[in-house]
């Protein structure tokens, strides 16, 4: 079945890095962009940015622009977000999604289908 | 940025109820308008994408309308099941896919 599946939770000290991996299963990894989605305790969603699984093309919440970085590898069918510079507020279970949106249609349009488990990031020091 | 007001923020309802969420975008964004139910401990799902589109798999109870700046999203017919927290999401703006800010529904 179609799937993705996320790394496992992380502790990280302010100024420090994580990045976390999105394995896919059950589809053709390429055919599809994946969107990182994070949501902090007890708060609402929040969109990170998107990848396109096809040719690595990026759209950042400009929030974020300068300290995330989305790749893919496309070998293996796993996406990956690094964020660096880590701060308190940047403590959330982050989740990864597939976008449904076929290729020559805007990013996002048909939504995110698939969801990851979440990995919850911890920044304290 | 376009913003997206959801109201309201909560809302108590019986099964068996006719229940209406609202989603106003703070200028136009066409018909790129998803909806999502987040349950405690869970990831979203995609319900209703484009608008109104029914995601595959979700039941009919489930509707979206709307365009422009003014979305609403129906469940004709409340079950157990659907008590949770409910997101529209905004894709025309490529730098920010801004959620709004949740409907928690819970059980009258």
């Known amino acids: 079945q179609v799937q993705l599946v996320q790394s496992g939770a992380e502790v990280k000290k302010p100024g420090a890095s994580v990045k976390v991996s999105c394995k896919a299963s059950g589809y053709t990894f390429t055919s599809y962009g994946i969107s990182w989605v994070r949501q902090a305790p007890g708060q609402g969603l929040e969109w990170m940015g998107w990848?396109?699984?096809?040719?690595?093309?990026?759209n950042y919440a400009q929030k974020l622009q300068g300290r995330v970085t989305m790749t893919t590898d496309t070998s293996t069918s796993t996406a990956y977000m690094e964020l660096r510079s880590l701060r308190s507020d940047d403590t959330a279970v982050y989740y990864c999604a597939r976008d449904q949106t076929p290729s020559g249609i805007a990013a996002g349009y048909y939504g995110m289908d698939v969801w990851g488990q979440g990995t919850t990031v911890t920044v304290s020091s | 940025d376009i913003q997206m007001t959801q109201s309201p923020s909560s809302l108590s309802a019986s099964v068996g109820d006719r229940v209406t969420i609202t989603c106003r975008a703070s200028q136009s964004i066409s018909s790129y308008l998803n909806w999502y139910q987040q349950k405690p401990g869970k990831a979203p799902k995609l319900l209703i994408y484009?608008?109104?589109s029914l995601q595959s798999g979700v039941p009919s109870r489930f509707s979206g309308s709307g365009s422009g700046t003014d979305f609403t999203l129906t469940i004709s017919s409340l079950q157990p099941e659907d008590f949770a927290t409910y997101y529209c999401q905004q894709s025309y703006s490529t730098l920010r896919h801004t959620f709004g800010q949740g409907t928690k529904l819970e059980i009258k």
């Open positions: 484009a608008a109104s």
């Open positions: 990848i396109s699984a096809y040719n690595g093309n990026t």
